[in-house]
């Protein structure tokens, strides 16, 4: 039983059930069992407001009401609350929901932990979502290294999500008010649709909080931090007008009787079966219906990789060949045996270009574009998930009309973590040591960026130029290591200041310049100083001495 399960194939995937076995769902004859729930996103309505600005609304709040926020790891609980004293954890978990059900405690903080716990009426009347819920498992994990826009890994997330919005409400007298925050969860939400695969009744109240925001949104297109809170008053005080609309809402909303369930869910269950008693070629079958049924590229590309593994187990060769033709739609899949031709990433076309393309391809819709770029900036940021922050840097670079890409990945290890081409013949080959912690930049870090240099003369040859960059915390060389010629460094600091222009060059561009007009283009991107050259010179620095 569950109450957020909007697409039924689980059954299928983890229970084994034949989709024909799931034809007619037990449902509550409506949806008005669940209790009120206004839904805020406060950087959907004006993308300007910082998560500083809400947390200081939602801190205030907390000194009348009972509020839990549930973020997706500690070290982002300690944005709320840096003494960690108001951190549940399993030692105190009890102790806290007790307390919570009996009086006022203020603001508590959930790490991971969307489902298991009930906090009704007065123990939760504001429930904030910050932030993703992480992945379950390192195999999640390494499908979203590959296929970022994975559906199935979109509706896990979802439902979790929706799952952690109904902590707070238990019955249908309850009420609670629901914030979301976090420029990746709004990326997801909004421009990835990822509120379709909310249940019907969340996605009802979604739609009707929406509907109230609108309103809000007619007399004020970028409503003030102020403005938007104002309307928790409609939860928070239970205004009749809200709960009554709300309920109506509710009663008109029929549950689903007839499965949900995703073809290539089914396909993946079959494959398995198939493959649990040696039938192969059955399985391998199987996934080639389901890739040739797949309008997304690097989805496809990921089940031809699936499709290739089966086929490892009988056919060698024609393995080695699917895995090949699954490079050509997903450079993020396995490296055949024999290796693929590497292929040059050229200066195609002139920045302005390249920026309006970009722009162009993700959203016609401001406000989901400025959300956009935030969630890539907020994602690079030093921290140890090396694979989040290289594809956030090869986006960044195609933000400002860059052609980028990921040689590492696409050649197994021999090129450099990210290349951008900058300018007339000119690249950037950048080793990213996000995650360093030490204080000086190690001998091995200079061999691999040295190599990766070496790498880019022999594949690129006479008449290209490049410059070898190092992201790190340090400045400084170890004693030991040996400075690669014309080696760069970028510095927290320094990425902190190029990700501020990018953010100001992307506001300018969307609110202010027809992307048509690349000679507007050309001269914001000189005023917020991105061009090539610019990037050299203005977010990098040299070495600064060697430790002793």
């Not at 489902?115 to 939760?124: M, N, S, V």
């Not at 709300?246 to 869910?265: A, F, G, P």
């Not at 219906?289 to 086929?311: F, P, R, S, V």
């Not at 187990?313 to 024999?338: T, W």
């Amino acid at each position: 039983m569950s109450a957020t399960l909007a697409d039924d194939s689980i059954f299928v995937s983890a229970l084994g059930l034949k989709k024909d076995d799931v034809t007619n769902i037990i449902t509550p004859d409506k949806a008005n069992d669940i209790g009120d729930r206004l839904i805020l996103f406060p950087q959907h309505l004006n993308s300007n407001i910082t998560d500083d600005e809400i947390k200081e609304k939602i801190v205030l709040l907390s000194e009348r009401y009972n509020v839990l926020i549930i973020v997706p790891s500690r070290e982002r609980g300690k944005f709320w609350d840096d003494t960690e004293k108001n951190i549940i954890d399993k030692e105190n978990i009890e102790k806290i929901v007790k307390e919570l059900k009996q009086r006022h405690v203020g603001l508590v903080i959930l790490v991971n932990r969307y489902d298991g716990i009930d906090l009704p009426d007065d123990a939760c009347r504001l429930l904030v979502i910050d932030g993703l819920p992480p992945l379950r498992s390192e195999y999640d994990k390494y499908v979203q290294s590959i296929n970022p826009g994975s559906t199935l890994l979109l509706r896990e997330q979802m439902q979790r999500i929706e799952q952690g919005m109904g902590r707070g409400v238990r019955s249908n007298s309850d009420s609670c008010c629901i914030v979301l925050m976090g420029s990746k969860l709004a990326d997801v939400l909004l421009r990835n649709k990822g509120s379709l695969f909310f249940s019907k009744a969340t996605m009802e109240q979604y739609q009707l909080s929406k509907e109230l925001c609108d309103l809000l949104m007619q007399e004020n297109s970028t409503p003030s931090i102020d403005e938007i809170f104002a309307l928790a008053n409609f939860s928070l005080n239970r205004q009749i007008e809200w709960i009554q609309k709300s309920r109506e809402r509710l009663s008109n909303i029929v549950y689903e009787t007839v499965s949900s369930i995703s073809d290539t869910t089914v396909a993946l269950r079959l494959a398995f079966e198939f493959a649990c008693c040696c039938q192969w070629k059955n399985a391998a079958g199987e996934i080639s219906n389901a890739a040739n049924n797949e309008l997304d590229e690097k989805n496809c590309g990921y089940l031809m990789q699936i499709k290739a593994e089966y086929t490892n187990f009988y056919d060698k060769i024609k393995a080695q060949q699917i895995l090949l033709s699954a490079r050509k739609l997903n450079g993020g899949v396995l490296m055949p045996m024999e290796g693929i031709q590497y292929d040059k990433l050229l200066n195609s076309k002139e920045q302005a270009k390249g920026v309006k393309e970009y722009f162009v391809n993700v959203s016609d819709n401001p406000n989901e574009c400025i959300i956009h770029i935030n969630s890539v900036l907020d994602m690079l940021a030093f921290s140890p998930d090396a694979n989040e922050f290289e594809r956030a840097l090869m986006e960044a670079g195609e933000i400002l009309g860059f052609d980028s890409s990921r040689p590492d990945k696409a050649t197994s290890g021999k090129g450099p973590d990210n290349l951008w081409a900058i300018e007339d013949n000119k690249y950037l080959v950048i080793e990213c040591k996000s995650g360093a912690i030490c204080e000086t930049i190690s001998k091995d870090y200079c061999n691999q960026l040295g190599g990766s240099e070496r790498w880019f003369k022999a594949e690129y040859g006479n008449g290209y130029q490049c410059v070898p960059v190092i992201i790190h915390p340090s400045s400084v060389l170890d004693s030991l290591a040996t400075q690669v010629q014309g080696m760069k460094i970028i510095t927290p600091e320094l990425l902190d200041k190029m990700k501020k222009r990018i953010k100001s060059f992307s506001a300018e561009l969307i609110q202010n310049v027809d992307l048509q007009d690349e000679d507007k283009i050309n001269a914001l991107l000189a005023l917020y100083k991105l061009r090539g050259r610019d990037i050299v010179n203005e977010y990098m620095t040299d070495i600064n001495g060697f430790s002793s």
